[in-house]
């Protein structure tokens, strides 16, 4: 089974700034399936990256993606006002099938 | 533009039963595998159940598993979730999600959810 480890839990930062968001899986994740979500208050999940590294329509461009077999990151080159949201690693290549990392809080400084 | 609106969520007695619906629009649900998703509130996303696109392949979570049945209507553009023996801990905001065309996929669109608490 798959274990989706998220960090940090709350991060911290400013407008203007740079976040770095990390996924760390117990077992290599097959084919690079896995995709990041972004959720705020009230609100269903949006897809933002699948694949480790592609945007989903719509998604600008600060939003990017890397990694590949344990490790992956979520990149925002520079947040803005509504960026600050929770954000959550997927994967959906392994069993169990499409589980979830536990979230990362992105707040404003 | 894609829809997925769900309903039938609310107060249900612990050991009592529930369905959920999920109607589609805006693209061709008979194509796609889909998916129910719930978060407890304050909490994270788990994944509860997924079905293929023609409904003869299902997965549950093993939280789950045997108590709810996931199923699928393509002429109604309509997903199920019929939830029976109910406990406290699948109090959860449930969400219907669009899969890919193969199990092996993101979940593009999801609806806007649908609240069910189990309290007596």
């Known amino acids: 089974e798959i274990v989706l480890t998220q960090s940090p839990g709350t991060l911290s930062l400013s407008p203007g700034e740079r976040a770095t968001l990390s996924c760390r899986a117990s077992?290599?994740?097959?084919?690079?399936?896995l995709a990041w979500y972004q959720q705020k208050p009230g609100q269903a999940p949006r897809l933002l990256i699948y694949?480790?590294?592609s945007r989903a329509t719509g998604i600008p461009d600060r939003f990017s993606g890397s990694g590949s077999g344990t490790d992956f990151t979520l990149t925002i080159s520079r947040l803005e006002p509504e960026d600050f949201a929770v954000y959550y690693c997927?994967?959906?290549?392994?069993?169990?099938?499409?589980?979830f990392g536990q979230g990362t809080k992105l707040e404003i400084k | 533009e894609v829809q997925l609106v769900e309903s039938g969520g609310g107060l249900v007695q612990p050991g009592g039963s529930l369905r959920l619906s999920c109607e589609a629009s805006?693209?061709?649900?008979?194509?796609?595998?889909m998916h129910w998703v719930r978060q407890v509130p304050g909490k994270g996303l788990v994944w509860v159940s997924r079905?293929?696109?023609?409904?003869?392949?299902?997965s549950y979570a093993d939280s789950v598993k045997g108590r709810f049945t996931i199923s699928r209507d393509n002429a109604k553009n309509t997903l199920y979730l019929q939830m029976n023996s109910l406990r406290a801990e699948d109090t959860a905001v449930y969400y219907c999600?669009?899969?890919?065309?193969?199990?092996?996929?993101?979940?593009?669109?999801w609806g806007q959810g649908t609240l069910v608490t189990v309290s007596s």
């Open positions: 805006g693209f061709s649900f008979s194509s796609y595998w």
């Open positions: 997927q994967q959906y290549g392994n069993s169990p099938l499409y589980s």
């Open positions: 079905i293929n696109s023609d409904g003869s392949s299902t």
């Open positions: 694949g480790a590294s």
């Open positions: 999600a669009r899969g890919g065309q193969q199990l092996a996929s993101d979940f593009d669109y």
């Open positions: 077992q290599s994740v097959r084919s690079s399936y």
